[in-house]
């Protein structure tokens, strides 16, 4: 078959393809411990379950809206303003199948062909292809770990050209944790703004911020500038939600239009009953998210302990988010010389299931997701610090 220049330019997602890997070798018997995927091991809060429940019992499962129904979208307005402080209505919202879709229709509002996106590296798999897919071009700006892997404003000024539209920021930061203060955020975003370039925040794992670092984000900043930012969020991580696709967008109202006509041409609405639990979400108990809050801290500080261990290993402690993303290219060998071939003689050997840190642009790291429980995750790690200290041998 003859397949399009878009589609065949594009990767399938390394964590989805980690994932299914280890599904693979589970299904033929192998005891495989997965420390790739990325999202929470708690169930979904039963009050949002329930919620689904009952309108599925009641029939709710006939289209609604396309950016979501009226009563969903004035909860999420309530959520950016509880939390944040702010006064935003319905229609400066949109719900989306998931964050990632909320992202692409973004990029496809945005971005022009040609036009220069700018993403610090390490980054979100998915965001040069979505560029991509929106035929722009993904500019990506490196960071070091012993800067915590958080770009400057003095960092991106180096990669800016007339064709600059979009800078793309994350935080907490899936792959690393890290995680930009209050001041670190809106310094960056005065810098976009002074120079024309429209900033999307990505801020799904909001929820997920350890002490002593302090929630973060453009929320506030979108207020006084609302035609130069947008702020993602959803329920994916904060309920643990991942396959229930709610995400949603905070911007000018004049982008949510253009927005909902892009989905309106392709998904149409989130599924009916599924935005029925989203509402029972926000507008319920957050007690289930504290309790995720202390135990993913729990188990940052458990990795970071053992991690520390690990000579020669770098790994900056991350604020948020549930990843860790260690430097371990001093581990590489002639064998196993790079992070793809690294995760592959883990899996292999080991049996337990990483991502190389080349899919998220940094080929030095791996990103270990502690979801998991306790006693896995330090049997998981000293076994992978025992497999690197062989690779010396």
């Known amino acids: 078959m003859n397949f399009s220049k878009r589609v065949l330019s594009i990767q399938p997602s390394a964590t989805l ?26 169930s979904t809060p039963d009050h949002i379950v329930t919620a689904a429940k009952e309108a599925l019992d009641k029939g709710f ?25 702010i006064e935003c209505t319905q229609n400066e919202v949109i719900v989306s199948n998931g964050g990632k879709q ?7 509002a945005l971005v022009d062909p040609g036009d220069e996106v700018l993403i610090p590296g390490p980054y979100w798999v998915s965001y040069p292809d979505m560029v991509q897919l929106a035929e722009g071009a993904a500019v990506i700006v490196p960071t070091e770990p012993e800067d915590n892997f958080l770009v400057k404003k003095e960092d991106l ?3 800016v050209t007339s064709r600059t539209r979009v800078l793309i920021l994350n935080t907490p930061s899936n792959p690393t944790g890290c995680h930009y203060s209050q001041a670190q955020l809106e ?9 024309d370039i429209f900033v ?16 973060s984000s453009l929320c506030s900043f979108w207020k006084k500038h609302p035609d130069g930012v947008a702020v993602v969020n959803g329920l994916s991580k904060t309920f643990s939600m991942t396959g229930w696709r709610i995400g949603y967008i905070l911007a000018h109202e004049d982008l949510i239009k253009a927005m909902s006509k892009i989905q309106g041409q392709s998904t149409s609405n989130v599924c009916s009953f599924a935005q029925k639990g989203a509402l029972a979400g926000l507008e319920g108990s957050f007690e289930m998210v504290e309790t995720m809050r202390d135990s993913f801290a729990r188990r940052r500080d458990l990795a970071l302990e053992i991690i520390g261990s690990w000579k020669d290993a770098v790994c900056p402690r991350p604020d948020g988010a549930f990843y860790l993303f ?20 883990v899996l292999e050997k080991e049996k337990i299931a990483l991502v190389p840190g080349k899919a998220f642009g940094d080929d030095r790291c791996v990103r270990i997701s502690y979801a998991v429980g306790d006693e896995v995750l330090q049997d998981c790690l000293q076994r992978l610090g025992g497999f690197l200290a062989g690779l010396r041998a």
């Open 17 to 42: 393809a980690i994932n299914a890997k280890a599904q693979e070798m589970r299904a033929e018997g192998e005891n495989v411990i997965s420390l790739a995927v990325g999202e929470p091991d708690f």
């Open 102 to 108: 909320c992202l692409y229709n973004l990029l496809q």
């Open 187 to 195: 310094d960056i975003a005065r810098w976009a703004v002074s120079r």
């Open 326 to 345: 260690p430097r371990v290219d001093a581990f590489y060998n002639d064998r196993v010389d790079s992070s793809t071939e690294l995760c592959k003689a």
């Open 61 to 85: 499962t006939r289209y609604t809206a396309v950016p979501g129904m009226p009563e969903l979208r004035r909860a999420v307005a309530g959520y950016f303003s509880r939390t944040y402080g």
């Open 200 to 215: 999307i925040c990505d801020e799904v794992y909001d929820q997920l911020v350890y002490p002593p670092a302090e929630m």
């Open 157 to 159: 000024e180096k990669y």
